[in-house]
Nanobody, 120 residues
């Protein structure tokens, strides 16, 4: 059974940083792409970043390029999202998701989310 558990969300001021983690279990982590999504209050779910199974390729939505970094530790089965220079518009629940293959497009499992609040 696939299990994804996010952590690391917190309340920070604009310009601050956070590192989100997603611990994965129940599948062979190093064989699947992974993604981060977010959902702000009252808004639709938004793609944030994706990473291939070996970490050799990553992708970001335009609004986070240069500020967020997705990475993974396949030895520990952990997906990360480093958030730097946070803005108030980054406030959202952040979710990690497992892809169905070595990509980040089609997803078949989600975590419960971790809340990031950016406010002065």
């Amino acid at each position: 059974q696939v299990h994804l558990v996010e952590s690391g969300g917190d309340s920070v001021q604009p310009g601050g940083s956070l590192r989100l983690s997603c611990v994965a279990s129940g599948f062979t982590f190093n064989e699947y792409g992974m993604s981060w999504y977010r959902q702000a209050p009252g808004r639709e779910l938004q793609y944030v970043a994706g990473i291939r199974s070996g970490g050799e390729s990553t992708d970001y939505t335009n609004s986070v390029k240069g500020r967020f970094t997705i990475s993974r530790d396949n030895a520990k089965n952990i997906l990360y999202l480093q958030l730097n220079n946070l803005k108030t518009e980054d406030t959202a629940m952040y979710y990690c998701a497992k892809a169905t293959e070595n990509s980040w497009v089609v997803l078949d499992a989600w975590g419960q989310g971790t809340l990031v609040t950016v406010s002065s």
